[in-house]
């Protein structure tokens, strides 16, 4: 018996459309609330080859809304987890691992192999990446995004068809759109954006149905509302040439960073002033033992601190946080050295393993 | 017209939707474009003024900052959202 009859059998799908999904090459980017329920739709319904990028780790508080992950997957890779169980779920798919964030640097040559992306991130600076990289690489992408009870999903750079930029012409700095890690999502909202991304794919490569291009899905769970925003190209954005020199917001190039790794070496070699911004609840579950705590919402230097003039490193789960702390910091004690530990306790954690 | 929030600008009004008076009974000029809206907002909630770029939409489409709007029309605040 044929495992997709059900999907076979119907007459606007059917063998074509099945074969249009063996053949196709998706890269799916994020291996978290957006990009699993995404995945194991995609993976189930018989898409041919998927390509999966994540370099993070498994959390407790990933679990709350990112189901394929179970409590005895916290602290392993993502990718080799949601490998592992994507595998048994379809042993025919071909699948495709990325151990690494997508960058500046390998995004182009990345991309290049996939037919369509599926961004399922969670920053401004990996979208706008892959909305440049997919309009100088001709390839459509369907994008979801989400804050607190609501979503958005729409499928950029279709056959012409605007970009991400059409909608949203630049990047908004870290201070005026917080990220998921301090503005919260209800658990059962990035399963339903995931899955209408995982519906556009689909549409996508089989030609089925209307594409949401040009439409912007507004989702409001709260209150059950789904807007249908309509947006045009705008001709300049389909003319990228090339990626920009840098993808971080504006006001972050300026802060010092320092990788989790070369942090670890100064650390053994010698003991540094380290300031942890994260809530005094994730600080009490794991933190380095000569860490501070002063959360990033009561951010406020102990004075000894500042009478010491050492370098001070500041630290959050994955380098977000910390790096926000630091603007503010900079700004109040322009006298003191701040440093960025890039990938915070997550990073750190990866390291020790 | 009711304006409807989304993202952070609803987050910053503190309420999923908003009223701006259409009669000049508060003194104040009524906004008839996009642009004027956007002013008109900012000057009630400055926090709004920090979006480098929100979209704007009047009956289901994308609007720009001269569009003309009315009181039956359609507007929702739509920013960009980074979550996932």
């Known amino acids: 018996m044929d495992r997709y009859t059900r999907q076979t059998s119907l007459s606007d799908f059917g063998q074509a459309g099945q074969q249009k999904l063996f053949e196709a090459k998706v890269l799916v980017v994020g291996l978290g609330g957006l990009g699993l329920p995404a995945l194991q ?96 690489l001709n390839k459509p992408f369907v994008y979801g995004a989400l804050h607190g009870f609501e979503g958005h999903v729409s499928v950029f750079n279709y056959q012409g068809g605007p970009t991400y930029r059409c909608l949203y012409a630049e990047m908004p700095t870290a201070e005026e759109i917080p990220n998921c890690d301090e503005n919260g999502v209800l658990g059962v909202i990035p399963g339903i954006i995931g899955n209408l991304q995982a519906l556009e794919v689909i549409k996508v490569v089989t030609g089925i149905g209307n594409m949401l291009s040009g439409k912007l899905l507004v989702f409001d769970g709260l209150h059950q509302n789904y807007l249908k ?3 045009k190209t705008h001709p300049e954005n389909l003319a990228i040439k090339e ?35 994260r809530t005094p609840k994730e600080f009490e579950h794991n933190h380095l ?3 501070i705590n002063v ?35 900079q700004k109040a004690h322009p006298e003191l050295t701040f440093c960025n530990i890039l990938g915070g306790m997550n990073q750190l954690s990866i390291l020790t393993q | 017209m009711t304006i409807l929030l989304f993202g952070v600008t609803k987050d910053i009004v503190g309420s999923p939707t908003l009223s701006v008076p259409t009669t000049s009974v508060t003194g104040k000029k009524i906004p008839k474009t996009v642009k004027e809206l956007k002013r008109f907002l900012g000057e009630a909630y400055p926090e709004l003024n920090k979006l480098s ?28 959202v980074s979550g996932g």
């Open chain 1, 243 to 277: 990626l920009r020199e840098s993808y971080e917001s504006s006001d972050c190039s300026i802060i010092n960073s320092i990788s989790a790794q070369e942090f670890s070496q100064k650390r053994l070699n010698k003991s540094q002033i380290v300031l942890d911004v």
């Open chain 1, 289 to 291: 033992a000569e860490a």
């Open chain 2, 53 to 80: 770029s929100l979209a704007v939409a009047v009956n289901n489409a994308y609007a720009d900052d001269e569009q003309k709007i009315n009181s039956y029309d359609e507007i929702a605040l739509i920013p960009p």
């Open chain 1, 229 to 231: 925003i309509a947006f």
């Open chain 1, 41 to 136: 739709y995609l993976n189930a319904m018989g898409v041919g080859t998927l390509g999966l990028i994540d370099q993070d780790i498994v959390d407790y508080h990933n679990l709350q809304r990112q189901i394929l992950y179970t409590e005895k997957d916290v602290g392993k890779s993502k990718l080799n987890t949601a490998h592992n169980k994507l595998q048994s779920q379809n042993s025919e798919t071909n699948f495709i691992l990325h151990d690494t964030f997508l960058t500046k640097n390998n995004a182009l040559e990345i991309i290049r192999q996939y037919d369509l992306v599926l961004d399922a991130t969670d920053n401004f600076p990996a979208r706008y990446l892959i909305n440049d990289a997919c309009v100088i």
């Open chain 1, 295 to 329: 959360p990033l919402q009561e951010l406020d230097l102990p004075l000894n601190l500042i009478e010491s003039k050492a370098p001070i490193y500041v630290i959050c789960q994955s380098g977000k946080r910390s790096e926000l702390a630091i603007e503010q910091l």
